[in-house]
């Protein structure tokens, strides 16, 4: 089971990351692989050819990318963690080199046929206006905040609330306020002499999809508190938790295909090359660079739903700095996360100290209220609060169902396990790699903690 959700969420991955991505490959807002190419040469068999050759080397990449999925699910979960991480890295480096590859084709074979360039002529102030004056309030924002906050406070009185899953539910439903700050960021798209049309056109690309994420955080906000509830009953109660997973994610990609449509029905309906910046020089494979523009934060010409950062002053460049290192810290300390390790235990007059990696117990001798020599591990249904769970190894806070939090150190394919006791404290388990080696460890816990 636990090979199938690993790898049906690196498949959903994939799948979300070439329908976003795709774009690039089309002509889309005035541009064919982040190069503005003139309206009347979209059509040019050099340029169709280097957008097809593109194309075609991303979805072979995906192609092999969703093959793998096939041998990620006969691997052991301990190995296959480790390769469902590196394989999404690889996958987007991949095809980011091969991308940027064909960015510098296309924009040389501007330089070469001197496509024409052009910058925005037409700016109509008084659009801004009557769309800011349609679009929902930053107030009415609150709205699913309130809903999801009162709604929890209001659970904590009939159960104890999963803390974990309701941290989940904020950061979930921020990340749909986060899409509609992305939008409302957007520049407005002026594609006509016409003000009706510029209009019509801008309204479809804002103020309905506004309209639609707001409907959808408001349902989901209701959800998240139910949810939140019957997981809380019930912590092994895992559906009501998949259910809003499930809802979010398609929530998600229906925001996606909105604004996907409507932005090929904006570049479809652009009159002339004159509506069109030509601001290539500021555009790569990772994201934007103009000294000029003072924001850190600029709207993605390619997917509205995202902000992409400025590295090109200061600020921009620093958190752009920084998010990459954080990017490459996550990548190795997940992987060092999931990696084998051993326990190590000290003895001394007073106490044992146990620890593995990020997790540590000291047991003082005067707190210990029984240590149990146990046949084998409590046939309870097991749920990892934190920590890791492989089929090898199990370490860190996890749940057994009619015992409660408990910190585990153990070698799961060793069958005897010691159970001890701790006043105020969670019970620990704790083996080693042979039953042989949990006897042995046993008899020294025994005389060292029970000793009088």
Known sequence: MLNLIIVSSYLLIIFL????????????????????????????????????????????????????????????DSLLMIMYILAIYLYIVINMILINKSIKEMRKLKKEKNYATFTRKYIDLSLHNEIYKISIGKKMWLIPLIILSTGLLGVSFFVKLHIYLSILTFILLISFLAIDIAIKKSPLKIISDNKEKN????????????EKIFIIANVLSVMYVFSVYFTSIDNFNLLAFLSVMIATLLSYLYIAISLQKADEMISQNIEDDKFIQDDDEFYDI????????????????INSSKLIINRGNKKGKAV?????????????????????????????????KISAKFYNDKIEKSKVESVTLLEEFPKQRVIRTNGTGTSYQSYGNF????????RLYLFNKTKKVIEIKIKNQKTI????????????????????????
């Not at 169709?48 to 999925?69: D, G, W």
């Not at 990459?324 to 044992?352: C, G, M, Q």
């Open 429 to 452: 388990y704790v083996n080693m790699k042979t039953d042989k080696e949990t006897e042995d460890l046993y008899e020294k816990i025994e005389k060292n903690l029970l000793k009088k």
């Open 399 to 406: 749940n057994v169902q009619n015992v409660g939090d408990v």
């Open 286 to 301: 990772l994201g934007y660079k103009n000294p000029n523009d003072k924001r850190i934060l600029i709207p993605d010409p």
């Open 199 to 210: 209009f019509y056109f801008n309204k479809m690309k804002t103020i309905k999809i506004e």
């Open 320 to 352: 752009f700095t920084l998010f990459s290192a954080f990017t490459v810290f996550v990548l190795f300390f997940s992987i060092f996360a999931i990696l084998p390790s051993d326990y190590d235990i000290k003895f001394n007059e007073k106490s044992i």
């Open 17 to 76: 990351n070439f329908f976003t991505s795709k774009r690039v490959f089309k002509y889309n807002n005035g541009k064919i692989l982040l190069t503005t190419i003139p309206i009347n040469n979209i059509d040019d068999v050099e340029v169709k050819e280097i957008a097809s050759r593109a194309f075609f080397h991303f979805k072979s990449v995906t192609a092999v990318a969703v093959m793998f999925s096939i041998v990620m699910y006969f691997l052991d």
